[in-house]
């Protein structure tokens, strides 16, 4: 198994930095793609003559894209957070998890761009069709990570349970389900969809609530 | 209590490492806005034959642009100070701390489209109002993670005293307080509005070389 | 030698954390260069009376910026594993060091500028060969770092085997050659250019699994 | 003296802690400056028909930007690498410090301006005063930094003898006095002022060179 030959090839110490470089580098990405996402607010130029007028009005035009930064960072905010919990529980590192935390790291970079096209066509399917599907592939890249680094235990923490393991993937399901399913109902009515969302924040930070509270 | 229990359940190595990626995630989010404020400052794009004769001039337009970068600069540098001491006496992590930790860098990753609102509008009232709305909520939001930590020394070195978290949370409110007092003087006269910002560093400057000196 | 006599000015805790800088430098850039792949794939400005007709053949336009992005996203993101696996095996630094992994991360940063030209001008030979070109230059810069580093164990572990240098060396020329000569493939007919890429990252992909493996 | 009672404040721990997020953000700052110059070496929007015949050409009139971006990413390159050089001798942070990183941090923010201005117009006085007045302001502030730290060993390394440091002081003034100096040749004839830096970074390259060789 690579996983194994992995943690004999490395001694414990190389591991714990190699693992922290892995770690960082999330940290990296997710903190400049939650930050590029206000780059897309852009003041709009007007000449000085006409800005007195027309300025509020411009800027009650962005509100939708002000939205779109909104939700868009609870999204990445939320995610780096069941990032920060999962790695707490991660020893050990391998090619699978490296590969799987890039491919969870390319949605996350593509966030920026889906938010944009919501940001500019809330009121289209394919805005709110597009940002419905790179969060569910975020929650399911991280969710196939965890899994592939909880299976038997593999590259994490003997002392956890195998019953909190089973609700931890569980778990990493609710939000990239709730966002798939809402592919259809977006579809059909972009409105519908988006009101499908705010329920799954909602429900997600209920869920990471009580997870840390037990 | 939801802190305690967080406690228990990690080891103190691991939060000291769960610790350590929410300061980190924070230096990184805060290390790029503060570096795209830059960006805002384009160089215009002037004709060759023209760039000569006409350069000068347009360069001279950005100054606007040019002082609300480094009042920017020096705002995300002083919050960057004010969070680096917050954190030299956070000791442990809950699920309140991230969230408001979250909702301060929101606010600053919205530093670079409101100093680009006001280096383009300057004498409109709304950049000034909009500039000092948001410096105000980075303030409070801040305020408010350091009470949220520092309430019965919760998340905090117990070895500080009752004195010091107590004068350090009415610290806290001096920039913001200011920043929310100048919205309606901004409303009437943004000139004006800017004068009273210009105090506000300046008192929180001494304020916090006083606070290093104690 | 200088590499020698950095070994002997500073105490190996000094060292230590000086690569931890520069291993932390590197992943920042890696991590900023990887993230603004995406701000080149921009959502098109439609008129609201025409975005319902128009947006999606627009987007459609999109898919070589969106394959030219997630071609990139792969490339960077496996030179960010291989300067990963190098620098487990790095213990000190020097000033060819620290050039050589500048000059690596100069090519890095270029990425989003040649990714666009590929993105945009896919069928003409110019945005082929550059790409190629970068490619190569990011592999031959890392494969010069390695050998700098390896060579009569300068920086590097003492027990890692001769064999397995000699091993990493010839496989870290793997890529770069093959991107060197896909240029003048690209020249004569930029499609088979591309086509001999896609075998590149797959044999990299594969040498890296079985490096992991031993 | 504030230096001192900080040092009496924190504990050798803390302190370590504090310093460590200082370089932190100083090493994110600057990594994203040095990635955010390609962003200005901009693909250029050709219609599809016109583009075979016309890229080669437009492609062309970037090179004046990307040896601007070269050499900035060269100038950005070895002040990190001085920063890297100063802070493995600095154990301590005061006020001073923190501030004085800021302030040469905020000429770092800047480089991608005025390395924009080179690029875009290389041939008029402006451009290459506006680049080598950031350049020594860079090289002033860091400058002023290690002075800060070193006087009488105030934040330093008690090991390091006087007159390495003093050295290291003369050494600092190198590199921006020449810049200085080219401030007045440019605005004559800009092509002479650029002459003057190419012999700068040489200077300071073999100057670091011998420097990590003692």
Known sequence: MPSRSTETEHSPAQSELGLERIVFFSDAVMAIAITLLAVDVRVPEIAATAARAELPARLAELSPRIMSFVISFVVIGIYWMSHHRYFSFI??????????????????????????????????????????????????????????????????????????????????????????????????????????????????????RLATRR
Do not use: C, E
């Not at 593999?154 to 349970?161: A, E, N, P, T």
């Open 91 to 208: 020893k050990r590192f391998d090619f699978g998890l490296m590969a799987l935390n890039l491919l969870f790291l390319m949605f996350i970079a593509a966030m920026p761009f889906v938010a944009s096209l919501l940001g500019q066509y809330p009121s289209l399917p394919i805005g709110v069709v597009g940002y419905a599907a790179d969060v569910a592939a975020i929650g399911f890249s991280l969710g196939a990570l965890w899994w592939h680094a909880s299976r038997s235990h593999r590259l994490i923490d003997k002392s956890l349970d195998a019953r909190t393991i089973r609700a931890m993937n569980l778990r990493a399901l609710g939000a990239p389900v709730i966002f798939l399913a809402s592919i259809p109902v977006g579809l059909v009515n972009p409105f519908w969809g988006m009101v499908v969302w705010w329920v799954s924040p909602l429900v997600v930070f209920v869920a990471a």
